[in-house]
């Protein structure tokens, strides 16, 4: 859902932590969940055979404080659409004792779905922007 037009910038973290760049977009700044599965995505392969499952979740909308600035379109949304928190939880215990079928895999109502993936995660141009965003990060550290 997010443009993320950053991820060609060459340094992506330097890039968001401009204020002066980045603050007219801080309103798409929650859709760069992006970066958590290119992340993931990234790390997941290498550690493959340790024993670690590294996998990605989306609770879904749920009612909580989490969004409590955010006006009344959101609570109308919330007030119609979102789930129990208890139920939201449910995606978290569900990850967490997911096998290895789930390793660095995206995870929607605790199952594996790659279905939920944006078309571009799934394209030449994410493969792309992953690889680019593992560089990234290496540089950075």
């Known amino acids: 859902m997010t443009k ?4 060609d910038e060459p340094q992506i973290f330097d ?8 603050k007219p977009r801080m309103s798409d700044r929650y859709n760069i969940k992006l970066l958590e599965v290119l ?5 997941a392969p290498q550690l493959e055979g340790s024993g670690v499952i590294l996998n990605m ?8 404080e989490l969004a409590r600035n ?6 109308i949304l919330k007030f119609f659409l979102a789930r129990k928190t208890e139920v939201g939880s449910r ?15 995206y995870m929607h109502d605790s199952e594996v779905s ?18 680019n965003f593992g560089k990234n990060t290496a540089q950075r550290h």
Do not use: M, Y
């Open 4 to 7: 993320f037009p950053e991820r």
């Open 15 to 22: 890039f968001l932590d401009d204020e002066k760049k980045s």
């Open 39 to 43: 992340t993931v995505r990234q790390i």
């Open 57 to 64: 979740l989306n609770p879904g909308l749920c009612h909580s």
């Open 70 to 75: 955010s006006g009344w379109g959101l609570a």
């Open 91 to 105: 995606t978290l215990v569900a990850a967490a004792a997911a096998g290895p079928e789930s390793h660095g895999q």
């Open 114 to 131: 790659q279905a939920a993936l944006s078309d571009f995660v799934k394209s030449e141009g994410g493969k792309e922007a992953e690889c």
